[in-house]
C-alpha cells in the first residue's frame, strides 16, 4: 500500500513539473482553441465515418496521458488520457519550433491495421506548437478490396497504353474519309479524276460503303454523283481484272 501511494505521489509531481515546464515554454492551448479543434475533429469523424480515428494531443500534458479528445478510438485501441505516439514523442523531444505536418503516411496497429495518417501541428497564440490533430484512416478493408478488384480488371499479355476507343460508325466512316485524302496528299478541291478514284477505292477496300448512306455522304464529299461514284469503284475493279 505504502509503494502503491509513492508511485502514484511520484507520478503528480513529475505531472505538476512537466506542465510548469512546458507552460513556461509556452506550450499550453488555449481552451477556446482545444474546444474549436474538438468540434473539427467531430466534423471530419462525422464526415469519414467509424473508420476514421480523430485524436487530439496536449503538448502541455505528460506524454503519457496527452490525449485530451479521440473519436472513434476503437481504430487504434486508445482513449482519452493515454499516452503520445511516436509523432509527438518526435515532436516533444526535438522542440522543432517550425515542425512540417506529416500528411498521408501509413502506420500500422499492434493488431495488424493499416492506417493512412496525418498530422497537424496546431499552434497557440504564441506562436508554439501546443497541440497536435491526427487522423488515422482503417484502410485494411480497402486493400482488400483494392486486392480484388485488380484481379477483376487485369488482363493477360501486354496491353496497349491506352485502352482501344469505342468510336460511333458515323465518327468512323469521316475518319475513313479524312485518311483517303490525306492517302492522295492535296486537298478534293485540287484532286483529278485519278485523285478521286484512288481515295474512293481506298474507302471502299476499308470498308466504309459497309455503313449505311455512306455513299450519299461520299460523293457529296468528293463534288461527284452517286453514279460517278460506283463508276470509278468499277473503274477501278476493271482495272484490276487480268488481261
Known sequence: MLYTKSVVLYRCVIDCLY?????????????????LLKQVAAGI??????????VIHDLS????????????????????????SNVVMEQLQ????????HLSYLMKTPDGKILKSSTVYIRNGKGKVSAILAINYDISALLMVESALHGLVSTEGPQPSEPE??????????????????????PVALMNKDDKVRAIQFLNQNGAFLVT?????VAKYFGISKYTLYSYIDTKLEEDKPL
Open 45 to 54: 469523424a462525422a464526415q469519414f465515418g467509424s473508420s476514421c480515428e480523430v
Open 19 to 35: 506542465k510548469l515546464r512546458h507552460r513556461k515554454r509556452g506550450y499550453s492551448i488555449e481552451s477556446g482553441k482545444l474546444e
Open 213 to 217: 448512306k455512306s455513299g450519299d455522304k
Open 165 to 186: 476507343k469505342i468510336v460511333n460508325i458515323n465518327d468512323l466512316l469521316e475518319e475513313l474519309i479524312q485518311q483517303s485524302v490525306a492517302l492522295v496528299g492535296k
Open 94 to 101: 526535438t522542440n522543432d519550433p517550425e515542425p512540417k505536418d
Open 61 to 84: 500534458r505528460n506524454p503519457d496521458h496527452s490525449i485530451v479528445a479521440i473519436i472513434n478510438g476503437h481504430v487504434s485501441g486508445r482513449k482519452v488520457g493515454d499516452g503520445a
